[in-house]
């Protein structure tokens, strides 16, 4: 039985933006709040971009339930990002969620199960009306700007570099359901704070440690519908933190990533990357279960693919990048 949207509830407005974008932050379990990669973190955490050294376009192919090849809906994701003269970077986004062949029933005869279970002519035949399609568009337009500043530790420790980009998401959702459409605009919000630890501690062999903080839906985006009905989407706050760990051999690291999330209720993200030149391995923790998946980077590309546990059905994503 089709829910109509002026019945729909406000806790699963939007829900197709919380699929994710990227296999490489998906792999990590979604712990992607201090996560720096190429361009499609701006999703997590908008301040992200901020970092980012070189133009990057990025793809997404998400079949989500259903088998690889014939999925019961699609999930696409495609964007690019630039980083400007004065340590700016503004990014263009679009996910698209869609499923076709909705079913239509006819409305229930009779007042009750009890009587329907008595007359079997009140019974449905399980013949559809008719069939609809949903599709939920969402365009993302990003700005980051990083800012440089030096923390004085006193004469023992000496001065701490410390890099701190900040950034916004403007989002306009729009969805056609059947007959029905609707119409929402957003904002995003976040920053990061990144050193080096072997500066901060005196230990060369340490690496990178982020801290990220970024608030979605900020102004608790409103999604207005044709029937005049209202749904609103209730703000997500995450924090997060990563540390880079480079190892002694063949140019690899041990890269950690954790991120708290609070919507409805509260989530730890968790995940673990092994990188060793252009070839890197994945596993990640998130509240549905393990995630996992593997990268190849080679010259200007780069090739990911994640594994995702999800509470209904386990999905494959691919994604891919090219470095300008």
């Excluded at 361009?39 to 793809?59: A, K, V």
Aim: glycine share 10%; net charge neutral; hydrophobic share 40%.
């Amino acid at each position: 039985m089709l829910i109509r949207p002026g019945w729909a509830q406000t806790r699963y407005a939007g829900a197709a933006m919380e699929l994710g974008v990227g296999a490489r932050p998906l792999a990590l379990g979604g712990a992607a709040t201090a996560l720096v990669s190429t361009g499609e973190t701006f999703y997590y955490n908008p301040s992200s971009l901020g970092l980012l050294q070189r133009p990057h376009i990025n793809l997404m192919y998400a079949p989500t339930f259903g088998s690889f090849s014939e999925p019961l809906a699609s999930y696409n994701y495609a964007g690019a990002a630039y980083p400007l003269h004065g340590d700016g970077t503004i990014a263009f986004n679009w996910t698209r969620y869609a499923v076709d062949d909705i079913p239509i029933y006819p409305d229930l005869s009779g007042s009750s199960f009890a009587e329907r279970n008595k007359d079997i002519a009140l019974r449905p035949d399980g013949t559809a009306l008719g069939y609809i399609q949903d599709v939920e568009d969402v365009f993302y337009f990003s700005f980051a700007k990083t800012l440089e500043s030096i923390l004085p530790l006193g004469w023992w420790y000496g001065d701490l570099p410390i890099t701190i980009p900040l950034g916004l998401n403007f989002k306009l959702f729009r969805q056609k359901l059947g007959e029905a459409s609707a119409t929402g605009m957003g904002v995003d919000a976040g920053l990061m704070i990144k050193f080096n630890l072997g500066t901060l501690l005196n230990q060369r062999q340490l690496g990178d440690l982020s801290f990220g903080f970024s608030l979605l839906d900020m102004t608790q985006t409103a999604i207005i519908w044709s029937t005049e009905h209202k749904d609103r989407i209730h703000q997500t706050f995450t924090f997060g933190a990563s540390y880079l760990q480079p190892l002694w051999f063949s140019q690899s690291s041990l890269n950690l990533y954790y991120t708290y999330l609070q919507k409805y209720e509260q989530r730890h993200l968790a995940g673990m990357e092994f990188a060793m030149k252009s070839v890197a391995i994945r596993l990640g923790k998130n509240d549905a279960g393990l995630s996992a998946g593997a990268g190849l980077h080679w010259r200007h590309f780069f090739v990911d693919y994640a594994f995702v546990t999800n509470s209904f059905q386990d999905v494959h994503r691919v994604s891919c990048s090219i470095s300008l």
